[in-house]
């Protein structure tokens, strides 16, 4: 995957609460450990979000694209460039493509939104989030979260292939909850509910889906310049996405982070089967409407 080299990036979508010093609050008292992450992340690794119990308290809130010690993320991001050469700049690159996208395709429906980057932990407006809940999209603040460590541990600890486009469709998949959030889906879901045919894993898998046809249009979509930020997507970085997407399905999560058995019973996010089909539909179709997984008896 590459950006237009000579594309300017607009960090104004992006918190960058890193540096912030401080963790939150750890869940249960003492820290997480092995089990309690595992759980966090079979609740939340590209997840819906509003897991945990609201705090009352939004944490430290910054200005577009600042951290707390001052430095400041427009300084090292602002060209297509500078997003082929860094990670963090490639993810502020993806935000504003998939956004861009959903402008496109809902018009005044859509409000755009910003991720807020953070590191160990920080408060959301759903509740304390760790490093180890992974990325996730809060209802309740309509913002995007995400530890950009994720990204190693889903190489280390996962085994996916991983990469700059894999990157991508983890940030395309939250953003798709918001824009669930924004067209009254989410809140047709039973919070909570679980199992092979749930609302919970209908609605991952539109989101998977939803992701899949941004990637479709990513090479056209165009910036304000009026050309596509995305200059390059490869079948390589198609094949890679499709590989993560096949880890973190429930049953590979269960099967291999886990004790070893799965539970469809408590399925939220679908099988890993599931989670490579709805994202192909998008990407084969490109077209949203394909993607109501709430319509079909069979979900794969």
Do not use: K
Request: some cysteine; overall charge negative.
């Amino acid at each position: 995957m590459r950006y237009r080299d000579d594309a300017s990036l607009d960090v104004g979508n992006v918190r960058d609460r890193r540096g912030g010093g401080g963790r939150a609050v750890a869940i249960g008292g003492g820290g997480l450990g092995l089990v309690g992450v595992l759980v966090l992340v079979l609740l939340q690794v590209l997840g819906g979000g509003g897991a945990v119990p609201p705090l009352g308290s939004s944490g430290l809130d910054l200005g577009p694209g600042q951290i707390a010690s001052g430095e400041d993320l427009s300084a090292s991001c602002r060209t297509g460039a500078d997003a082929n050469r860094s990670e963090e700049c490639a993810v502020v690159a993806n935000i504003e493509s998939v956004q861009d996208f959903w402008q496109g395709q809902l018009g005044g429906r859509y409000v755009p939104t910003d991720t807020v980057f953070f590191a160990e932990g920080t408060q959301t407006g759903c509740g304390a989030a760790s490093s180890g809940t992974g990325p996730f999209y809060c209802p309740a603040d309509e913002l995007v979260y995400i530890d950009l460590s994720f990204f190693g541990d889903l190489r280390t600890r996962f085994g996916a292939q991983g990469g700059t486009f894999v990157n991508a469709y983890i940030l395309a998949h939250e953003y798709a909850h918001h824009v669930q959030h924004l067209l009254g889906t989410t809140a047709a879901v039973r919070p909570g509910e679980a199992g092979p045919e749930s609302g919970s894993v209908r609605l991952e898998l539109q989101a998977d889906c939803y992701a899949g046809a941004w990637a479709h249009h990513a090479t056209t979509v165009p910036d304000d310049s009026g050309a596509p930020l995305i200059s390059e997507i490869t079948e390589e970085d198609v094949v890679r996405a499709l590989d993560t997407a096949g880890r973190i399905g429930d049953d590979f999560i269960q099967n291999n982070l886990g004790d070893g058995s799965a539970d469809p019973g408590s399925f939220t996010h679908g099988t890993s089967e599931q989670r490579r089909l709805w994202f192909s539909i998008g990407y084969r179709t490109g077209d949203p409407e394909r993607c109501d997984t709430f319509a079909v008896s069979d979900l794969g």
